[in-house]
């Protein structure tokens, strides 16, 4: 992977600027403070209480989503943590954050308020504890188990994973609760392209959901973009 702090991309997607930035060990102090000189004073000091694990990814993660603002002429301002702590966004934007131990990524766009993001990336490899009866509904254990080889079935299940995740982002603005990886059923289209489906409960909004993946520096990623309806 290139060097901590240097993006492994930056670029107009479909739902919005997608950046990505490698993230330093945390035995980098150096890269660590290139960072944070790129945040707010009050989201340093947000990140100075933090462990410094978790203040590596949460400098990583608000610097990517700045950048990405930035892109789609968003004004500078701090960007604070919702009480459920997700990114506050200026109002007339819509963004997301993801982050692993060596990557964070950030997708943001113009959008209007009934339109949110999400985003999630995954290490492309098997997790070390078998997570598919978690994660995965039953339809969606058959289907992937009828893939045809290991690889595949794993590279499968992550992008379920990533998907939920991304579409729970999405979704929480409006909902403001917890909803299970039960809740939420990933498809592939024939053409090859994701779908999801969200059991909504009595009293919630509909929604449309949109779904992107792709690999990213040894990363599944994919990306979300929900927009309400009426029913």
Known sequence: MSPPGSLVIA???????????????HDEPAALDSLDAELHDEE???AAGLALPRRVTFVGGRVALRRALRAVGCAEAPIASTPRGAPALPSGYAGSIAHKPAIAVALAAAASADVTLGIDVE?????RVDISGRVLTPAE??????LGSEAARTRELLVAFAAKEAIYKALDPWLGRYVSFQE???ARAADGGLGAMFARRAGEPAFAIELLEETLAG????T?????HEP
């Open 44 to 46: 340093r000091a947000l």
């Open 11 to 25: 670029r107009a997607a479909a739902f919005g600027q997608l950046v990505g930035l490698v993230l330093p060990a």
């Open 224 to 228: 979300a973009r929900v927009r309400r």
């Open 123 to 127: 290490p492309e490899r098997a997790p």
């Open 219 to 222: 990363h599944v990623l994919v």
């Open 141 to 146: 254990r058959a289907r992937v188990a009828a």
């Open 184 to 186: 939420v059923e990933i």
